[in-house]
């Protein structure tokens, strides 16, 4: 009998291996379209990778050669309506603060009163709302079932909701030198159910600040190659610390180890987020 249960168990995990892999086409799906904020749309290539729509331009030299960045506060021009203006702004405060942590790693952050050799400014062009009904009925199912069967559920396929997202990178005289469309919907597996309208987009935005950071922190298509290591200062940075640039106080701290707990239990964002630490 209990060479039996044993088999059972090594069978378990591959067969919930081949399901996880399946639950990844369960995703909401966000079209990729041009808004109206960026100075140019020409020259940009189709990229992204298996969740990310994207396309891209990265002047490599120009932006490889540029020692400071300020960061103007991202605005929304979102074509779907009726978002609690509260906890639109914790979503694009949230993509400031990110951005500020990635640029971090190579790029000295000034103040938006400062100049800089790059000025960088995201515009939220499209919200897909996350059905707030859904998420709070998918983490009490995933809590149950999860209890019942020792391993971790999947999220229900529906109501998931998604971001997109454009943005610029340009310099002291005007010039574009990088610019990024990106959008991405929560999928079942890796984005957390949160009851919350904005809750996909709000966790989704950390997704989007790693990748312009790291398309202008190496000059390069940033969804080709390996994922970087996080930096320490990125690692203290989300778990609740101090940023490494004072001019990325403006954007507060990250919700940290709270944060994380609220996620896991599906909580909305604002009840750890306290979102900028400055008025704009």
Known sequence: MISML???EMLRWPAFGVVLLSCLSGCASVPLSEGTS???????NPSGGTLTRAKLR????PVLAAQTVRIVPTSALIYSRGFDPGELALVTNAIDRALCTGLSDRFKIVATSQPADLTVRATVTNIVATNRSVAATSTVASFGASAALGIPIPRLPIGLGGLAIEAEAI??????RAALLWSRGANM?????RVSAVGD???LSSAFATDFSRMLVTGKDPFKGMPAIPSMQRLRASLGGDPKYDACKAFG????????????????????DKGAATSR
Do not use: C, H
């Open 6 to 8: 044993r088999r059972l």
């Open 38 to 44: 960026l100075s140019s749309y020409d020259g940009m």
């Open 58 to 61: 990265v002047d490599s030299p």
């Open 171 to 176: 310099d002291g005289n005007g010039s574009q």
């Open 189 to 193: 597996i890796t984005t957390r159910a």
């Open 201 to 203: 987009a709000y966790s």
């Open 253 to 272: 701290t990250a919700p940290g180890i709270p944060g994380l707990v609220a996620a896991r239990f599906g909580l909305p964002p604002a009840w750890t």
